[in-house]
């Protein structure tokens, strides 16, 4: 007998916001400590939460761009449960209208093309932070995180291995970040996915015993839980090893095992209610079409669109598609510069060394892009050395926005001037004849050294053809 | 009655007493005399109204701010320390 494993995930965003989505407390992940907090996110009682509007702004670029139908009108509705990380004793979510329902993420694996079902997106509030502390046998609580805006992204079980899950992630991943609905950054859990996993006979229609590992955070720890529940299932129904219930299990990444949480007696008993105190939120045209004008291109489509018009090769187009921001940033300096290999190769190598050296990541990139397409041009039409426009670049990163001031400023441009040029290279080889002397005998190595001095000495404003030249003749009158 | 009233008691987190017990159902008991005449009400086509105000779009911008201390917020709380509420021990 085959057997065949069907999953379905809950992939848990939270999104660029810079406040929480009921109360105006910073939605910035690392404070100290209960840091953003206020009596409505503490759960206070008498507390009015406000819905952010960029919330509802990001939950529909969120459903646009995973081909979803935005429901014009979306309510918010109370789910019941008690646990001190959310203090009011119930979340804030949406169970009976959600923002998205009926979208599409297509993906490719090793097997082919496939489209995975999406259910619906709701908005909702994330939970609060607990520490057990077992020396006091305690628990700290820290709210910081306690109503940071989230959405859920439910998929249809139409996933059928490890490597769909992390296609369909990854995919998911790009199109959030891409629209800036969010940072997804797993190991800081603003992405995080509960799978939904069971097993049955292949090509049956009756879906198995269905167990949920929730809180995934990195999709190699994803990669291996899919294999073991799926091991761990097939083992039951074939051999009888124990009997399958649905329940809540948590994955043990470092033994390697998952282990059961909560079992069916409990589970879903969340006694949902629509939230009388939060409005109603109903999208009208006008909003609708605000949102849809704001969709970026697809990556796949970019990356297409760099080969084919700009001529950009697979690696460069690819990696330049990894981060919006490099593509922002890309975009603005080809339009200034029109040279595509050049931007990508000052964005790819030298804003990435810039970027590592402060710790950031590539979405972090928030230069000028007209700035670093203005130098690019300086650089490529002899003005400015590439040396020296690292200098420059490096003042970008800072905010400067006029290349050619500050190559002026600093006395970055390259000189016409041969007559000091002459005058500079004479200067050198006058004043170092033993290198002279080992150049004639052979060494290559010697020439590097003076044409290094000759080069220091003009401050790296000559053109490097030129001074090569002019040594060259010098050295042989010498 | 029974399932139910152990069912709330559950999920509710509470731990009623025999007497407690009684006389929680004895309400319930008197409620659910009480719930026919309800059906007899025509709600074919009434829709549920869940807000008492006919509002709807009360939005704010994103904007963060801070008006409230850590400290503030804990004056009232029975165990706080190091800047965390803190709470019985507990273990999913």
Redesign the interface.
């Known amino acids: 007998m085959e057997y065949e494993v069907v999953i379905g995930l809950e992939v848990h965003v939270e999104l660029a916001t810079n406040s929480k989505i009921f109360c105006s407390c910073s939605a910035k992940y690392g404070a100290e400590q209960n840091e953003h907090v206020c009596p409505a996110c503490c759960g206070m009682p008498g507390m009015l939460p406000i819905v952010n509007k960029k919330v509802v702004d990001l939950g529909m670029t969120a459903g646009m761009m995973l081909n979803c139908h935005i429901n014009r009108t979306t309510t918010f509705d109370k789910k019941n449960y008690y646990y001190p990380d959310l203090p009011g004793a119930y979340q804030t979510t949406q169970l009976f209208a959600p923002i998205c329902v009926n979208g599409r993420v297509d993906i490719e694996t090793s097997k082919g093309k496939k489209s995975v079902r999406i259910k619906q997106i709701h908005m909702e509030e994330d939970a609060g932070k607990l520490v057990h502390d077992d020396w006091r046998d305690l628990t700290m609580v820290d709210y910081n995180r306690t109503s940071v805006p989230l959405v859920e992204i439910v998929s249809q079980p139409d996933l059928s291995s490890a490597e769909e899950v992390v296609a369909y992630l990854e995919r998911l991943r790009s199109l959030l970040r891409f629209a800036k609905v969010s940072d997804c950054r797993w190991e800081q859990g603003s992405m995080r996915c509960d799978v939904n996993l069971s097993v049955r006979e292949k090509g049956s229609d009756k879906l198995g015993v269905r167990t949920e590992m929730k809180n995934m955070n990195s999709l190699a720890a994803i990669t291996r839980a899919i294999e073991y529940e799926t091991a761990r299932h097939i083992d039951a129904i074939v051999n009888k090893t124990e009997e399958l219930v649905q329940e809540t299990r948590r994955w043990d990444d470092e033994k390697g095992k998952s282990f059961a949480m909560r079992t069916k007696e409990t589970a879903g008993d969340y006694r949902y209610f629509p939230d009388p105190n939060v409005m109603p939120v109903v999208i009208d045209d006008v909003w609708y079409d605000r949102i849809k004008a704001t969709l970026p291109e697809f990556p796949e489509i970019k990356k297409q669109r760099y080969m084919e018009e700009l001529g950009l090769g697979d690696f460069d187009a690819s990696s330049l598609v990894e981060s919006r921001a490099f593509c922002d940033v890309f975009e603005e300096a080809y339009a200034e510069c029109g040279l595509a290999k050049d931007v990508a190769n000052w964005i790819l190598k030298d804003c990435a060394n810039l970027l590592n050296k402060k710790q950031m990541t590539a979405d972090m990139l928030a230069i000028d892009g007209r700035a670093l397409g203005k130098l690019i041009k300086l650089v490529a039409d002899e003005k400015v050395g590439r040396a020296n426009a690292k200098f420059i670049l490096a003042e970008i990163f800072e905010g400067a926005t006029d290349p050619e001031k500050i190559a002026e400023e600093k006395g970055f441009i390259v000189s016409n001037d041969t007559g000091l040029i002459e005058k500079v290279v004479a200067e050198i080889v006058a004043a170092d004849p033993k290198s002279v002397a080992d150049y004639k005998g052979g060494k290559e190595k010697a020439f590097m050294a003076l044409f290094g001095k000759c080069m220091r000495e003009l401050r790296g404003n000559c053109n490097p053809q030129v001074l090569r030249e002019l040594l060259l003749k010098e050295i042989e009158k010498a | 009655m029974q399932d139910l009233l152990d069912?709330l008691e559950?999920?509710?987190?509470l731990a009623l007493t025999q007497d407690e017990k009684a006389s929680v159902q004895a309400y319930f008991e008197r409620v659910a005399q009480d719930l026919p005449s309800f059906a007899e009400v025509d709600t074919q086509n009434v829709t549920p109204m869940?807000?008492?105000?006919p509002?709807?779009?009360?939005?704010?911008?994103?904007?963060?701010?801070?008006?409230?201390t850590?400290d503030d917020?804990?004056k009232g709380a029975p165990?706080a320390?190091?800047?965390?509420?803190?709470?019985?021990?507990?273990?999913?």
């Open positions: 069912t559950k999920v509710n987190q869940v807000y008492v105000m509002l709807s779009n009360v939005l704010r911008e994103d904007e963060s701010s801070q008006p409230f850590r917020l804990q165990e320390e190091d800047g965390y509420w803190e709470v019985p021990r507990l273990i999913e």
